[in-house]
C-alpha cells in the first residue's frame, strides 16, 4: 500500500496498492501517479531512483559495505526523517483500523475499496477536528 500525504493538511491524496507484496519504486512506477514536477516528494529508502522519475524527490543516503555515511549526510537523513514523520503518522492513524495493520483476510478485489474508504474516514475526521 502507498499514500501520497499533504504535509500541512495530512491530508490522504492519494492510494496505490497491488495484489500481494510488491516493491515501494515498482508499485509507483506501475500505478502511473502523475506528481506535479513543482511538488516536493519525500520517501523513504524505498525509493531509489526515483530522481529519474521526479527531479524535485529526496530520500535518504544509503550507506554501502565500504562507505560509511558523513556527520553532513547523517544529519541530511535526520533532518528529512522529521519532515517525513507526519506520512508516518499518518499510517500509524489508518493501522488503528485493524484491517490494514494484520493479515487481509478478506476478498482481494474490494481491498482497494477498503482501504479508500478508510482514507475517507480519516479525511473525514481530520476535517471535523480542524
Sequence with gaps: M????NQ????IICTAFDKGRKHDFNLLKQSKIA????????AD????????YHKNSKTPYKKTKNIPLTL???????QLASRRIVVENVIRCLKIFRILSSR???????????????SGIYNYELKLTA
Aim: no cysteine; charged share 40%.
Design 2 to 5: 502507498q499514500l501520497i500525504v
Design 72 to 78: 553532513e549526510q547523517k544529519k541530511e537523513n535526520s
Design 35 to 42: 506528481i506535479i514536477e513543482e511538488t516536493e516528494l519525500l
Design 45 to 52: 529508502k524505498g525509493y531509489q531512483g526515483i530522481k529519474k
Design 104 to 118: 487481509y483476510r478478506n476478498r482481494r478485489k474490494r481491498f482497494g475499496l477498503r482501504v479508500n474508504l478508510i
Design 8 to 11: 500541512v493538511t495530512r491530508e
